[in-house]
């Protein structure tokens, strides 16, 4: 087994390494991004330059966050590279120390920033691409939906089925309709009936038309001074509209899964985004063996550009693997935990198959 302060060494290398490919995306990120925003508001006389550098740094985060599987790839393919090249990999092989006793920094490394990435990094993430969607409104001078005067879409699920809601436009605490037309579906998804008003109002667990309309297959359209449309959402929902997972920060998704579940929604994408965070660690660890399966060869036998190519492409097709498993569990055809766990499960035992058939044949 490896030393403390041989592990030390390691450990140090290789979170040296991996933050400093980490800060490397995260400044390319922001660079393009800044450039990108320079140009579009370059015929916006309010659009000061500070406030385009500050939208760019308050969204660089949630971008990086995305591409931290290649950090740790490269980090570590970068940090077992130097340590080949400079024989200190060999050193410690001729102190006693098998792959796996050096792969225990490594692999710490990656638990620690996996969990430090969830805990911390994303939560930070999703509340400065909050502030980064708010101050690009201001920038750019947007309206938001409760301002729009375009047509408003709300879908609800309920106890009397699903519910498409069309509106002229919505106040702007979300409790008022103008000109609203309820197309009302049984659960069976059969058509039930079209409800058109002057305005609704949302109250307790239903929405109240006014001077209502009412048109059902095979009956004669009637009237009624006020009609209830029964509702599971709430104002903010209502203002808010359908939550995208990866805006919810990690602490929170919970609690958005059960409201998204109250208000009748599917909570798959909730889910799924959960279970994925969870088992980030271990997909950065899968990083690092597949790292170690093309970095450890010895600089004088040659090929070192072939292998470093195999890792990435590895890599790569681990990522598209984990994106493309996560679409099918997003549709619904795989639980949430198998389509966020299998790729990193399956991507870590190949990786430490491909090490015990290099290392000890």
């Not at 200190?88 to 792959?99: H, K, T």
Request: aromatic share 10%.
């Amino acid at each position: 087994m490896i030393g403390w302060t041989l592990g030390r060494y390691f450990s140090a290398r290789f979170l040296a390494m991996i933050l400093a490919v980490f800060a490397t995306i995260c400044g390319m990120v922001f660079v393009v991004d800044f450039v990108e925003m320079l140009r579009r508001t370059s015929n916006i006389a309010d659009a000061s330059t500070g406030a385009v550098a500050a939208l760019a740094l308050l969204r660089a985060p949630a971008a990086s966050e995305q591409l931290m599987p290649f950090c740790v790839l490269f980090g570590s393919m970068a940090a077992f590279l130097d340590l080949t090249r400079k024989l200190e990999l060999l050193i410690a092989r001729a102190v006693g120390v098998s792959v796996w006793g050096f792969l225990v920094p490594p692999v710490a490394i990656a638990l620690i920033i996996g969990i430090g990435s969830v805990a911390l990094l994303n939560p930070a993430s999703a509340l400065m691409k909050q502030r980064a969607d708010k101050l690009e409104t201001e920038i750019f001078g947007q309206l938001t939906r409760r301002d729009a005067a375009t047509e408003v879409w709300i879908r609800q699920k309920s106890v009397d089925g699903d519910v498409i809601i069309r509106a002229k436009s919505m106040s702007g605490d979300g409790r008022r309709l103008v000109e609203p037309v309820a197309y009302v579906y049984d659960h069976a998804g059969r058509f039930e009936e079209q409800v058109e008003a002057a305005n609704a109002t949302l109250e307790d667990g239903v929405w109240r038309f006014d001077g209502a309309r009412i048109f059902a297959p095979g009956e004669e359209t009637f009237t009624s001074a006020i009609y209830f449309v029964a509702t599971n959402l709430t104002p903010a929902q209502v203002v808010r509209g359908p939550v995208s997972p990866q805006s919810v920060p990690f602490w929170d998704l919970e609690a958005e899964r059960r409201r998204t579940e109250t208000a009748g929604l599917d909570a798959t994408g909730f889910d799924l985004q959960f279970q994925s965070l969870l088992a980030r660690p271990l997909l950065f660890v899968a990083m690092v063996l597949i790292s170690a399966a093309f970095s450890l060869r010895f600089f004088r036998f040659g090929g070192i550009g072939k292998m470093v190519g195999g890792g990435v492409a590895a890599g790569f097709v681990l990522y598209v693997a984990t994106k493309l498993v996560g679409d099918i569990g997003g549709a619904g055809l795989i639980s949430a935990p198998v389509a966020a766990w299998s790729p990193a499960l399956i991507a870590s035992l190949l990786g430490a198959l491909a090490l015990l058939n290099q290392e000890d044949g």
